[in-house]
């Protein structure tokens, strides 16, 4: 059974950081795209970074480059997102997904074949 746990979001103040962790498990992330989507309340779930897992290209939404940075750790299948200079409007839901094969193949967060439960990022101004 394929599993995605977020871990990391609180709440915090605009020009704060925080980072995200996503362990996965009963799942070879290693030929794979993996990416963090953000949900604000009322709002269609949208892409914020993903990565192709084998290469390490990265792909950022207009909205987060600059500020965000996606990463991970292959040896402890983790994925992380740093989240730098946070403004209000970075609040939501924040989700791991998973999907096999490289992102070319992922053109939007309806793509993700595998996803996590999310985990809640507040930013106050």
């Known amino acids: 059974e394929v599993q995605l746990v977020e871990s990391g979001g609180a709440s915090v103040q605009s020009g704060g950081f925080l980072r995200l962790s996503c362990t996965i498990s009963?799942?070879?992330?290693?030929?794979?795209?993996m990416g963090w989507a953000r949900q604000a309340a009322g709002m269609e779930r949208a892409g914020g970074a993903k990565?192709?897992?084998?290469?390490?290209?990265?792909y950022y939404a207009d909205s987060v480059r600059g500020r965000f940075t996606i990463s991970r750790d292959n040896s402890e299948n983790t994925l992380y997102l740093q989240m730098d200079s946070l403004k209000p409007e970075d609040t939501g839901m924040y989700y791991c997904?998973?999907?096999?094969?490289?992102?070319?193949?992922?053109?939007?967060?309806?793509?993700?074949?595998?996803w996590g439960q999310g985990t809640q990022v507040t930013v106050s101004s």
């Open positions: 997904a998973a999907h096999p094969g490289p992102c070319t193949v992922v053109p939007s967060t309806s793509h993700f074949r595998y």
């Open positions: 009963g799942y070879a992330v290693s030929s794979n795209c």
């Open positions: 990565m192709n897992i084998a290469g390490g290209s990265t």
